[in-house]
């Protein structure tokens, strides 16, 4: 199987137009190098992306080249929307999509933080 190459970063990405104010966002968090915002189609009660404010296609991209800051930075903001949110005690489910197999819709890294129903042990739905 020949080697995945992610596309390069594209600015016209949806999430590249929330970030430069483009189109609306419903935002629950917001500091210097990552947003938070609900998503749009949401698949449980809970459905908030987390998004670094770097240009970053995927997970890929962003645990190879973004800085110490940036990537301790999203880790906390990841939390810090959780304790926010007020999940801690329920749990909730983090996700990230990557590559062909993944079903990643939009080439801009970010965390799916969902919550509010118990899931199920089956975390994997093939097509
Ligand atoms: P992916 O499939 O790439 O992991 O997830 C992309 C997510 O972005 C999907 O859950 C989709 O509903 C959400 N999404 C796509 N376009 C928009 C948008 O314009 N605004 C918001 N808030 N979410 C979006």
Redesign the pocket.
Same mark, same amino acid.
């Given at each position: 199987m020949p080697m995945y190459r992610q596309p390069p970063y594209d600015d016209q990405n949806?999430?590249a137009?929330?970030l430069r104010g483009e189109? &609306?966002?419903?935002t629950v968090y917001a500091d210097e190098r990552v947003l938070a915002?609900?998503?749009?189609? &949401?698949?449980a009660p809970v459905?908030v992306?987390v998004i670094p404010k770097g240009r970053y296609v995927s997970f890929t991209d962003f645990s190879a080249d973004a800085s110490a800051e940036e990537i301790v930075g999203f880790w906390q903001a990841v939390a810090a929307v959780t304790r926010q949110l007020g999940l801690e005690s329920s749990g909730y489910r983090l996700?990230?999509?990557m590559g062909p197999d993944?079903?990643?819709?939009? &080439?801009h890294f970010?965390v799916?933080i969902l919550a509010g129903l118990a899931f199920s042990h089956v975390m994997v739905i093939p097509k």
């Open positions: 949806i999430f137009k929330l189109i &609306p966002s419903d915002f609900r998503d749009i189609n &949401p698949q459905h992306l996700i990230t999509n993944s079903a990643q819709s939009v &080439p970010h799916h």
